[in-house]
């Protein structure tokens, strides 16, 4: 399957955490008190907790978020009314309303006596006069929070499009003003959304659906496109062009309405400067946009590319890279063909011959011999680097000089972290290298974890805890825990330790603090109280 130009900017969400207590930081979080009702409580260290707000609430969402969620501010219920509350615990709007969404660009939806209305971050709001089924573009995601022990629905409304708020009446869609003067009739099943339901929302235009047809509409509610399209998609690099098929067949146009590419190719994909990949009859080529003129003809099996006017092409299930002139730049001649950009833009192209792989340049250069199994590119700062596999074994070579960086003998591929350190794995052990290729920690525990602060590197190997001076890389203390489990990351970069049996607590460098002389992690908790408690 091709890869869709329809793919517009996929938002990843990436849940980050780190175990190591330097880089930990404060957070609030809900909790369910024993009457039974939702307080807040701040998290300050694996031992202390502040309450914020007593337990009063029959429901209190999180503070975490997706896409356009704000942070600091989340939704609660008292008895059956809705309202929001900050990060400090305040209240920035009473709990009156009969339902709300969460906030997302600024805003939030409500309902109060049966209207709907919005409110911004400082607690204003504004609820609309006219009987409308709902305002603004709703959707919905799952939320399991474990720590509750129960799952809700959290809504949110994506409210405005540009300064126009979407309505529902009678299960259609349209817009108005802030002053409610409607400027787009309620007469679409979709609006916002495009065919493939990414969410595409511009400032002046809107993709519309009426039954199975979609077009555009402009902010003065002109259907600038004709609703006639069985798809519509934005280009999701330049967002100035949009992909439209009817009947089978893709065109371009552009936000003027004007045709970029006619409505008669198989497929489109707007390239750069100003070109177009068309497919036709299940050959691709290139146009110019516009004026249609061919710029390679299509006989192409397959195109891609068009980094700095050069193309991977496929003939005869072999591939090879030619310019916007169609001159050869690298033979048609290879099994598999793919690129990367390093720094400044430069290209360069892993190749497939016979199972092996290699890397050439734009100029057709053999850069790495084709003699890998595997190749992938190393993605570390300020690195060069590439990951390769020769004989089952992964290791690190340069990317400019091909020279071993990280000798070519681990069991598995390398990926390296923020502080260039890499957990390796030989004959099912697993151990640490460095950026240099030197193993901190040579490959010998079954289970390793590790974590780095200012001064420290902290390894758990199986059941001894190493602590390495970052600066030399040296081991200067080794700590043997009761079990794999038997300590707990403190966020004053100490560390509570179980070991024969007793817990106390060592500093990052592994030096005792407070002895090994409590049975239970809780004592040891309030002997830690009592220690803040004297500050």
Not at 144 to 168: A, C, H, M, P
Request: hydrophobic residues 35%; proline residues 3%.
């Amino acid at each position: 399957m091709k890869n869709s130009v329809f793919m517009k900017k996929i938002l990843l969400f990436l849940c980050i955490f780190c175990c190591c207590g330097s880089l930990a930081a404060q957070r609030v979080e809900p909790f369910k008190g024993r009457n039974g009702k939702y307080g807040l409580v701040k998290i300050i260290n694996e031992f202390e907790k502040e309450i914020v707000v007593k337990p009063k609430y029959d429901y209190f969402n999180s503070f975490d978020y997706f896409c356009t969620m704000n942070p600091n501010i989340t939704e609660v219920k008292l008895g059956n009314k809705w309202g929001f509350i900050n990060k400090n615990g305040k209240e920035i709007t009473p709990i009156k309303y009969d339902s709300c969404r969460a906030f997302t660009n600024g805003f939030a939806t409500v309902k109060l006596n049966g209207k709907w209305g919005y409110v911004d971050t400082n607690g204003k709001e504004k609820i609309f006069l006219g009987n409308y089924d709902d305002i603004g573009n709703p959707w919905i995601f799952l939320v399991d929070y474990d720590i509750w022990q129960y799952s809700t629905e959290r809504t949110l409304s994506n409210l405005f499009i540009g300064n126009l708020i979407v309505i529902k009446i009678n299960e259609k869609f349209g817009l108005m003003d802030t002053n409610e003067n409607i400027v787009v009739p309620c007469k679409y099943d979709k609006i916002s959304q495009s065919a493939c339901n990414l969410t595409d929302i511009f400032d002046n235009f809107v993709i519309v659906r009426i039954d199975d047809k979609w077009g555009m509409i402009n902010n003065k509610g002109e259907e600038f496109l004709p609703v006639i399209y069985d798809e519509i998609n934005t280009d999701w690099e330049s967002d100035s062009i949009f992909i439209v098929e009817l009947d089978g067949k893709q065109g371009i146009i552009d936000f003027n309405g004007k045709e970029v590419a006619a409505l008669k190719w198989d497929y489109c994909s707007p390239s750069s400067n100003g070109t177009t990949i068309v497919e036709l009859n299940g050959k691709e080529g290139l146009i110019e946009n516009y004026t249609e003129k061919e710029i390679i003809p299509t006989k192409y099996d397959n195109m891609a590319w068009g980094i700095n006017n050069l193309f991977r092409v496929k003939l005869n299930e072999k591939y090879g890279v030619i310019d916007i002139s169609e001159k050869v730049i690298i033979p048609i001649q290879y099994t598999d063909m793919r690129a990367y950009v390093i720094e400044d833009d430069l290209l360069r192209i892993r190749v497939e011959l016979d199972g092996k792989w290699g890397v050439m340049d734009t100029n057709g250069k053999e850069i790495i011999p084709i003699k890998y199994d595997d190749i992938s590119y190393c993605w570390l700062k300020d690195r060069d680097w590439l990951s390769v596999r020769l004989n089952d074994k992964w290791g690190i070579i340069d990317n400019k000089t091909g020279e071993e960086v990280i000798p070519i003998k681990y069991d598995e591929e390398i990926h390296f972290g923020s502080e260039n350190y890499a957990k390796v794995e030989l004959n099912g052990k697993f151990g640490i290298v460095d950026t240099a290729g030197e193993e901190l920690l040579p490959p010998k525990c079954e289970n390793l974890y590790y974590c780095i602060d200012a001064y420290s590197i902290l390894v758990k190997c199986d059941t001894v805890l190493y602590f390495l001076d970052k600066a030399t890389e040296k081991v200067i203390a080794a700590i043997i825990l009761d079990d794999y489990y038997s300590y707990r990351q403190l966020f004053s970069n100490d560390i509570a330790i179980k070991t024969n049996g007793k817990w106390g607590v060592v500093n990052n460098r592994g030096e005792e603090i407070i002895p090994y002389k409590y049975k239970k992690l809780s004592q040891l908790r309030a002997k830690l109280m009592k220690m803040k408690n004297k500050k």
